[in-house]
């Protein structure tokens, strides 16, 4: 693997404290690069969700450090993870939580607004430009709950690679959905980065979806205990346009 490191954890834990104290995730070291496909699988209850809250700077680690572009976010303050969260992470969740009182465009441009890089004509063409690349080109004034199942997944997607982040993080993001969805979910992920070079890190229990990705971390009991390239993975698999 030659591409440059985007996420590194370093002997990460996480436990809450208590009269009998939960520990989450315990001495996990490893490293995301650029343009890797990973799944991180695990029964429930292994630490996978908490390991990616860690990861995506939601969450405070008890032990170790998390580094992003080779910057230590461990001494950021809550403002400094804020920032770096909106420029450098996309996050896809199980249940989209796209605002309902925004249309399928506005959800897509708020990421963009937060930041306030972008003119309002400039945001406004690169959420039209992502969600036609998705298929969505004929719902941008549709709301959230007049749209699909797995349309409000692509329209989430759309949402996380508004500020094009160095990095996605993904939180089961087919386990709301049916075969034919999940599937194309799944070749959206695989065209962004075999086509486009994307970084995603998906938590799944889908075992086909894990399958397609070019590698898995497996957890048990919050530690890692697998690691490494899925042999079958396919070389590419779509293409997208995520400029």
């Known amino acids: 693997m030659t591409g440059a490191a985007v996420i590194e954890a370093r002997g990460v834990g996480r436990v809450l404290p208590g009269p009998v104290p939960v520990t989450l995730v315990r001495d996990i070291d490893m490293t995301v690069r650029e343009a890797e496909f990973v799944a991180v699988?695990?029964?429930?209850?292994?630490?996978?969700?908490?390991?990616?809250?860690?990861?995506?700077?939601?969450?405070?680690?008890?032990?170790?450090?998390?580094?992003?572009?080779?910057?230590?976010?461990?001494?950021l303050d809550e403002r400094g993870l804020a920032d770096t969260r909106l420029r450098k992470i996309g996050f896809v969740f199980q249940f989209h939580f796209l605002l309902p009182e925004f249309t399928v465009l506005g959800n897509v441009m708020v990421p963009m607004r937060r930041l306030g890089r972008l003119s309002e004509t400039a945001m406004r063409e690169r959420a039209e430009g992502l969600l036609a690349d998705f298929g969505l080109a004929d719902q941008m004034t549709k709301r959230p709950d007049q749209?699909?199942?797995?349309?409000?997944?692509?329209?989430?997607?759309?949402?996380?690679?508004?500020?094009?982040?160095?990095?996605?993080?993904?939180?089961?993001?087919t386990g709301n959905l049916d075969t034919h969805s999940s599937a194309n979910v799944f070749e959206?992920?695989?065209?962004?980065?075999?086509?486009?070079?994307?970084?995603?890190?998906?938590?799944?229990?889908?075992?086909?979806?894990?399958?397609?990705?070019?590698?898995?971390?497996?957890l048990v009991d919050g530690r890692i205990v697998e690691d490494g390239p899925n042999r079958g993975a396919p070389a590419a698999a779509g293409t997208v346009a995520a400029s």
């Open 41 to 75: 699988t695990g029964p429930s209850g292994s630490g996978k969700s908490s390991l990616l809250y860690l990861l995506g700077l939601l969450d405070h680690p008890t032990s170790g450090r998390i580094l992003l572009d080779g910057e230590d976010t461990t001494a």
């Open 147 to 173: 749209v699909s199942g797995g349309q409000r997944q692509r329209v989430a997607i759309a949402r996380a690679l508004a500020n094009r982040p160095r990095v996605i993080l993904c939180d089961e993001p």
């Open 188 to 218: 959206i992920f695989a065209g962004l980065v075999h086509a486009q070079g994307a970084t995603i890190v998906a938590v799944t229990h889908d075992l086909d979806f894990a399958a397609g990705t070019d590698r898995r971390i497996h």
